[in-house]
């Protein structure tokens, strides 16, 4: 289905220009484990571990390794990576990869954390990054390993942008999102998204309401999984019975889920993607897409790679923010001339107003 909008406005111009846009996409493995050597840092082995979305999710690990990817180009040294298909595949791709000789190891994902602090602890040698993640478990304000850098990122501000674009775009009053598993980095998401919705209501005396999700109560719609599947197309679907006509679904390939729901449905729904650009990650739904919210996973993960590869690395936390173009919002794409003629000029203001703590778009998970 393509969005046959009639909601036409004028004098919209480079979206692209004013926003942030950090999405990258590398090329997905087609095994389970793959290993690759470029000419060049021939001493050096850098490694990445999935969570269970698998390389090939078009958004959040596929975005982690294509920063590896790139480092790799660059410096010309070896890499290898393992997917999991399940959280109790961790420890044993973990210790597989310190096995196989890797000098780097990054985790892609929250669920990682408790797996990559017994693998550092008992490979003091080895240098870890966690996505997600401050490797915190004993909640005491530091990190568990000495050789573990937290790659985190304060997507409630970018997700802030995205709620204020999707209550502006709206014409039924109802906007919905739903996530994977029931965690801080799914949530913040959802709690960006519902701020930046209600300071749409705020500024222009709207009520434009949020379903699948509640700030204040810290529930709403999950799938407790990182996959496309019937179960993720439900969830969606349950939520487009409740007249929303944008959507964002948080958890990697569940997506894909909810973007089969929106064709089945016949309505006219946009789609908003999160992480990577979808857009340019997954050209199938990208008539769907009003927007996404990027996490610039693939800039954290090529820095510490770089740091790690030059031997000097630097377990200082990466804090992707708005300031630090660590996260932000793709251009409208082909919605530029569906969405309002200011909108663009409104979020160029509010987050300036986020950067400077005049708007405040802190969620319970923000970093």
């Known amino acids: 289905m393509t969005i046959s909008r009639t909601k036409k406005l004028v004098g919209v111009t480079a979206a692209a220009g004013l ?37 090939n999710d078009k958004s959040f690990n596929q975005l982690g390794l ?8 660059e410096l010309g040294f070896e890499i290898a990576t393992t997917e999991s298909s ?41 240098e870890f990054a966690i996505i997600d993640d401050w490797a915190d478990n004993d909640f005491d304000g530091e990190t568990d390993a000495p050789n573990i850098k937290p790659l985190v990122f304060d997507t409630a501000q970018a997700a802030f942008l995205g709620g204020y674009a999707a209550a502006s775009y709206s014409e039924s009053g109802k906007v919905g999102t739903f996530g994977g598993a029931k965690i801080p980095p799914v949530t913040i998401f959802m709690d960006g998204f519902q701020l930046g919705v209600e300071y749409y209501n705020e500024q222009n005396g709207t009520d434009v309401e949020v ?31 409740q007249d929303v006509d944008v959507l964002l679904p948080v958890g990697g390939p569940i997506y894909q889920s909810a973007a089969e729901a929106i064709r089945d449905s016949g309505g006219d ?65 082909d919605f530029e001339d569906m969405v309002d003629a200011d909108l663009a000029a409104q979020l160029e203001e509010i987050r300036a107003g986020i950067i400077d703590g005049s708007i405040d778009a802190t969620s319970p998970a923000s970093p």
């Open 19 to 55: 926003l942030v846009a950090l999405a990258g996409c590398g090329a997905a493995p087609e095994d389970d484990t793959t290993t690759d050597t470029a000419e060049g840092m021939s001493d050096f082995k850098a490694c990445m571990v999935s969570d269970e979305g698998g390389f």
């Open 66 to 73: 294509a920063g590896l990817e790139a480092a790799q180009e």
């Open 86 to 126: 399940s959280a109790s595949d961790y420890d044993a791709n973990l210790d597989g990869l310190v096995a196989d000789g890797c000098d780097f190891i990054v985790s892609v994902g929250f669920l990682l954390s408790a797996p990559t602090v017994t693998a550092a602890l008992a490979n003091p040698d080895v």
């Open 211 to 241: 379903v699948g999700w509640d700030i204040e109560s810290q529930e709403g719609q999950f799938t407790e999984e990182f996959a496309a599947n019937d179960k993720a197309k439900q969830v969606a679907q349950g939520i487009i019975d």
């Open 269 to 333: 729904i946009a789609l908003m993607g999160v992480d990577a650009d979808v857009y340019e990650t997954d050209p199938s739904v990208a008539d769907l897409l009003l927007v996404s919210i990027l996490k610039g996973m693939d800039v954290a993960v090529y820095e510490s790679a770089v740091q790690a590869a030059n031997d000097e690395y630097d377990v200082t936390p990466f804090v992707g923010t708005l300031e630090n173009d660590g996260v932000g919002i793709s251009s409208f794409h």
